[in-house]
């Protein structure tokens, strides 16, 4: 625990002007991020004594180590900043909301020749329309069925479009009429999009215009006796008024406008959002968060809009934003809105109306959200606590190990040997810090010592982490442009890839472990063990869980530790040794794979994937590309007589390829595919 007058800054050195602050631990990693409009006055709040300050506040800054700031010029500069870097560092004792779920949304695929109408989840797409979200993926359905009728855009998929186009005959919906079938010729590219701008268009809002011009044609279909084409116009409407249906009209027709709710107590806060779009509610989505900082009410309406709108642009934010508090400086945010959107945006509080009952009704749905994750989360986290207590105690451990790396080995029969890290934090899986290792020290299978060399390596760029940030000179201000993290070079993917400089970000190999578990028995925690006190490091503790009899084994005990088949803690190891069990085998896997589907003329310097696919395809399979003679090899597209000759030389020194059995049968299975046997 640090002393916060260690680290703090002289009254002089601190700028009294708008600009966003970092707290950084002893680790140099990043744990708060905040702004102000007077950094002098906001940061001098964080050194009081610690008596006054609030619970969560003297946690934070007992576990910080140095304080740096960044000046900016506006206020809306500092809202950008500090929600660009909550998003680069994932500080701990930030606020950061979490989705419980992953929405669907109805996405139009504008961004090609045909647009698509399909249901659409995670990041989103350049190029792509969205609505919603939607509760579920089902209800986005039933809408599409029914609007495909008026609007037959494309749905299918890119194989089943080109099948299709290379048969002449559209699917079954082309032939009820719900898709024009661009792929058979029916409609011209100009035509279909026509097609998906309307069903844009009317997903938008923008449904009367529509209705009324279909009731118009209809009543002048009747008029011309054209009875069939009326009745079919009738039946248009009629399905577009059901779709309109499924979103109750609960605003003013032309409103476009979200509505956020914020429902807390002492420890969490739940968000609720409902999105209006022409009158009616298009989507709904919600949040819940720790409260890991002293904020307020207005202080979650900020977060809650940093991550709502901070990815979005032009019509993804509504001209209206209605929340139950304004923020610190509602100006500022207004401004960061509007930039966002591209015009003005009104962020206000209802008073009064059809908006204010709304409201009532968002809230009450926060408030729900918020009881029924308190509800759930309830017998977890008392389970969790539980699970690392008994740890702590079977194993000796001064305090619960809130951070827990477990380690495995797969290969196949000394094959493609390799080990994965996984790390659990406070009982939760944490993938972003998981790692993979390939054996470099040895070939052969020796699990052992394939124990020992991944656990030197993890712990040596431990060292060498600690070792580079140790003790820093205290920098009290960044004048300086804030470094792109997309040009750093990427160290997740090779452990041993040279370390790149300390920009706080949190995958990092600097974290260092409560409890070190290998999957495996005496000889694994032997070997880890004598990894580690090779390196002089003796505060991380080590066992191992051998699969056999769920024995837990410390070093240097010839008796396991027999935990209770009804423990919690004992579940937890086998969670976490489980889960390291399936990374490695899924790395080993894919590994194995990419050998197997290797082929002789990856050999041949400047042969790019190209002109291998073309030699493939001229001459139907490696084995008749062998038999060919190298002025039959000149006769394929782009290849010349000296690369002919390597394509001749790689192929004849090339070892016979294993055949491949079918275990079911007994049968060998030709090489036919361009060199894979499987």
Request: proline letters at 6%; aromatic letters at 6%.
């Amino acid at each position: 625990m640090a002393d916060p007058s260690s680290y703090r800054p002289k009254p002089g050195q601190i700028p009294d002007s708008p600009g966003v602050y970092k707290f950084r631990d002893e680790h140099r990693r990043v744990i708060y991020v905040g702004k102000a409009k007077n950094l002098r006055q906001r940061l001098a709040n964080y050194f009081q004594d610690l008596a006054a300050l609030h619970p969560r506040t003297r946690t934070m800054v007992t576990t910080a180590a140095s304080v740096e700031w960044t000046v900016v010029s506006t206020e809306v500069e500092a809202l950008q900043l500090e929600y660009s870097w909550i998003k680069e560092f994932d500080p701990r004792f930030n606020v950061k909301y979490r989705d419980d779920k992953s929405y669907p949304y109805l996405a139009v695929t504008l961004n090609e020749e045909f647009p698509r109408v399909q249901v659409m989840r995670g990041a989103k797409k350049k190029g792509v329309r969205y609505f919603g979200p939607y509760g579920h993926a089902w209800a986005i359905r039933e809408t599409v069925d029914l609007m495909l009728r008026v609007f037959p855009v494309r749905t299918c998929s890119a194989g089943v479009f080109k099948n299709a186009a290379r048969t002449g005959r559209p699917c079954l919906l082309g032939y009820i009429g719900k898709c024009s079938a661009p792929c058979v010729g029916r409609v011209t590219p100009e035509e279909h999009r026509e097609l998906a701008d309307d069903f844009c268009h009317f997903m938008a809002g923008r449904t009367g215009t529509y209705i009324r011009r279909l009731e118009k044609d209809m009543m002048a279909a009747a008029e011309e006796m054209e009875y069939e084409r009326a009745a079919r116009l009738r039946d248009d409407v009629e399905a577009l008024k059901r779709a309109m249906e499924k979103s109750a009209v609960v605003l003013a027709d032309a409103t476009d406008a979200d509505l956020i709710a914020v429902a807390e107590d002492e420890l969490e806060a739940a968000v609720q959002i409902f999105h209006v779009r022409g009158g009616r509610v298009r989507g709904q989505r919600g949040w819940v968060t720790d409260k890991v900082e002293n904020v307020d009410t207005p202080g979650l309406v900020e977060h809650a809009l940093q991550q709502l709108y901070g990815e979005e642009a032009g019509d993804a934010v509504p001209k209206e934003v209605l929340v139950p508090a304004l923020p610190e400086d509602p100006d500022a945010v207004s401004q960061w809105l509007a930039g966002r959107r591209g015009s003005q945006v009104s962020l206000r509080i209802p008073q009064r109306g059809d908006k204010k009952d709304l409201m009532t009704t968002v809230q009450r749905n926060a408030q729900q959200a918020l009881g029924l994750h308190k509800t759930k989360r309830a017998s977890d986290l008392t389970t969790r606590s539980r699970a690392l207590e008994e740890i702590a105690e079977a194993l000796g451990l001064d305090t619960a190990p809130l951070r827990i790396e477990c380690f495995d080995i797969s290969h196949l029969q000394g094959d493609d040997v390799v080990a994965s890290m996984v790390v659990f934090e406070d009982g939760l899986v944490r993938k972003s810090e998981y790692r993979r290792f390939q054996i470099k020290g040895f070939e052969g299978q020796d699990d052992v010592r394939s124990m020992h060399e991944v656990i030197g390596r993890r712990f040596k760029r431990y060292l060498q982490d600690k070792e580079r940030t140790g003790e820093w000179e205290e920098t009290p201000a960044e004048t300086g442009p804030v470094p792109d993290p997309t040009t750093a070079p990427d160290t997740a993917s090779d452990p041993d890839a040279e370390p790149r400089e300390d920009d706080g970000r949190p995958k990092r190999f600097a974290y260092p472990p409560q409890l070190v578990v290998v999957d495996g028995g005496q000889p694994q925690v032997a070997a880890a063990k004598r990894a580690l006190d090779e390196l002089g490091i003796d505060d991380i503790a080590v066992c191992g869980l051998a699969k056999r009899l769920e024995e837990v084994w410390l070093p240097d005990d010839d008796d396991p530790v027999v935990l209770p088949r009804s423990s919690e803690g004992l579940y937890l190891l086998q969670r976490v040794r489980d889960e390291a069990h399936r990374f490695a085998i899924t790395y080993q896997r894919a590994k194995r794979a990419k050998r197997i589907r290797s082929s002789p003329l990856d050999a041949v310097t400047g042969l790019g994937e190209t002109r291998k696919q073309a030699l493939i395809k001229h001459f139907g399979s490696v084995k008749k590309l062998k038999q060919a003679t190298i002025d039959e090899i000149c006769e394929v597209p782009g290849i010349g007589r000296r690369t002919a000759e390597s394509v001749a030389v790689a192929l004849a020194s090339a070892a016979p390829a294993t055949p491949a059995v079918n275990t079911a049968t007994g049968e060998i299975i030709e090489e036919d595919d361009g060199g894979s046997t499987t």
